[in-house]
């Protein structure tokens, strides 16, 4: 993922310094860096009994951790503020879920679960 994230803004540069300024190149260069803010803005904190969900300025959650019902591993391509397609997916409240992707997932669930034991794991690691 990193390695496509790299390519993706890579591409527009070699253009530029290839053709000079043009309309490709900007049209090329406006959507690699969109993306790559959304990759290094993403990230997920864990604190005040709160999960929040931040990537960008297209989504900041807060999820009361005792509204989490159930973790499951899924590589749903869906849109979601994850940064990889090796993701779990967060079931709160009645109806609603987040997909997401934790460096570290069995140490974010254990903390998830140290929080709130009633969390469903199942996600099988």
């Given at each position: 993922?990193?390695?496509?994230?790299?390519?993706?803004?890579l591409?527009?540069i070699v253009?530029l310094?290839?053709y000079?300024?043009?309309?490709g190149?900007?049209?090329?260069?406006?959507p690699?860096?969109?993306?790559g803010?959304l990759?290094?803005s993403?990230?997920?904190?864990?604190g005040?009994?709160?999960?929040r969900?931040?990537?960008g300025?297209?989504?900041?959650r807060?999820?009361?951790i005792?509204s989490?019902?159930?973790?499951e591993?899924?590589k749903?391509?869906i849109?979601?503020?994850?940064t990889?397609?090796?993701?779990l997916e967060?079931?709160?409240?009645?109806?609603e879920s987040?997909?997401?992707?934790?460096?570290?997932?069995r140490a974010?669930?254990?903390?998830l679960k140290?929080?709130?034991p009633?969390i469903?794991?199942n996600?099988?690691?």
């Open positions: 993922m990193v390695v496509a994230v790299l390519l993706l803004l591409a527009p253009q310094l290839k000079s300024l043009s309309i190149t900007i049209l090329m260069l406006i690699s860096i969109f993306i803010y990759f290094v993403t990230y997920y904190e864990i005040n009994g709160v999960l969900v931040k990537s300025f297209l989504v900041n807060s999820i009361p005792r989490i019902t159930k973790l591993a899924t749903n391509p849109s979601a503020p994850a990889s397609f090796d993701r967060v079931f709160y409240n009645k109806y987040v997909i997401i992707s934790p460096k570290g997932k974010f669930i254990g903390h140290q929080l709130n009633q469903q794991d996600t099988g690691l």
